[in-house]
Structure formats: C-alpha cells, structure tokens
C-alpha cells in the first residue's frame, strides 16, 4: 500500500498536467465549432476538393463534419494521440526509471516480492489513467453542451471518449513491456513519442487501405467513431484484440520482471 501511495503521489503532477492538456485540446477544437457549422456547406465543398485518401488518412467525413459528433470525431483522432504519449510514457517509465535513477538495488531489498512492486506501480498507473479519462469525458460533454446545445447524442459522444481509456491500456501495456526488455532507457519520452508517432503514421496509412485486417496494426484504429455513432457499439473483434493484447503485455512483463536480474547501473 505504501508503495502504491507513493508511485501515485509521483504521478500526480504528471496527471494533472495531462489532463489539463486534453481538456484544453478538447476546448481548443469544440471552441471552432459554431463557427465551423455556419459556413458548414463552403467547408464540405472546400473538403471535396480534397483527395479521398487524404480525407480517410486524417479522419475526416464530408457527410459528418458538420455535426458535432462528426466534428468531435475528426478532433479526437488528434487527441487520441495525445492521450497515447501519455499512457505510454508512464507504461515505459514505471519500471525503468529505477534502474535509470539507480534505485533498483535498494528497492529489491525491502521486504517486497518482485510481483508486488509490478503491481503497486501497475495500479497507481491505471489509477492516473482513469483520473486523466473521468475529467477528459466530462470536459467533452460540458463542452460539447455549451458550444452545441442538445443537438447531438451524449450517449454517442461518450461512448466515443471512452475509446480513449481503451487506447491507452493498450499504449501503457506495450510500455511496461519496453521498460522491461529495455531497462537502460536513457530518455523514456524519446521512445515513448518514437513509438506513438510510428503507430500513429501506420494508422494513417492502413486508414487508406480497403483491407480491414490492416486496422489491428495499430491501436489508433481499433475504434472507428463513425461505427460507434451509427451503432452505438464497439466493433467486438477490436475489442477482443485490445483486451488479450493488454493482459498478454502485461503478463509477459510481471514474467520476465521477476525471472530477469536487475542492476541498478
């Protein structure tokens, strides 16, 4: 308990700075909105002129874009990478940064199993996240009320927020795993935004493609809003994958964390 403390106690400027951050990008791209949705017929024919793989490649939807949910949707595909640098930049950091800050070697002489301190500091990760993600989706539906009224669906717009939460399980999964197979990282945001951009690119691309199969590539496209607004559900296949994925990281990191020798130089 008291490590979880701590490890929570360290990541709490982080979270709030995070939060602070998506809220203001959240408030920065509704802000444009009701603007956007008065001259919603020149920008549809401005976006027409655009070619289809670069409307697909950055999110946008001619026939929604001027809907709020449309609009969010095309936002969030931005906001989503923020989120992602998040989770995974405290995923990488969690374990590393003992080895990092030299602070292995005393940490493993405490009267703790190696599980427990890949749990404690796998908790107070989840705990920041699910923070960051309750002020994020409550920030969206203030926001949204104010810039739109009620003409939109808030089941709708939160089932689309939520995805954010899911995206980042995923990006904070493959993160312990890093930190475990690379313990010596010297700069965790370097390999936390190498990672991200590189999986962001990939999603861009696939976007392009007609082959669904390349969409579990990358977390970025696992959930596709235009789906989640019309069906007001989760495409089940994406959300397997997500879930197995995540546990199977994670596993393989509480494993190989206990098996491996850790030095703290």
Known sequence: MNMFLHELKAYRKSTIVWSISL???????????????????????????FPVELRKAIGLSVDNIATMLGFFSY???????????????????????????????????????RTQIVTSKLLAALVSLVATNIVFSAAVIIIALIVAGNDFSRNALLLVS?????IQMMFLALGILV???????????????GTVFGFFMLG????????KGLRYLTPFNYFDSAFIVKNMAYETSFI?????????????????????DVHSV
């Open 204 to 211: 861009m691309i696939s976007s392009t493609a007609e082959d």
């Open 240 to 260: 397997i994958v997500a879930v197995v994925f995540s546990i199977t990281a994670i596993a393989a990191a509480y494993y190989m964390y206990v098996k491996k």
């Open 162 to 166: 939520i995805t954010l939460f899911f």
């Open 75 to 113: 936002a969030f595909l931005y906001i989503k990478l923020a989120g992602a640098i998040q989770a995974m930049n405290l995923g990488t950091s969690i374990l590393s940064k003992e080895t990092r800050e030299k602070t292995a070697d005393f940490l493993l002489t405490k009267p703790v199993t």
């Open 23 to 49: 809220v203001a990008l959240v408030a920065l791209f509704l802000s444009m909105f009701p603007s956007f949705s008065k001259d919603a017929e020149e920008f549809k024919q401005l976006l027409e002129g």
């Open 179 to 193: 930190s475990v197979v690379f313990p010596r990282i010297k700069s965790v945001i370097t390999v936390s935004l």
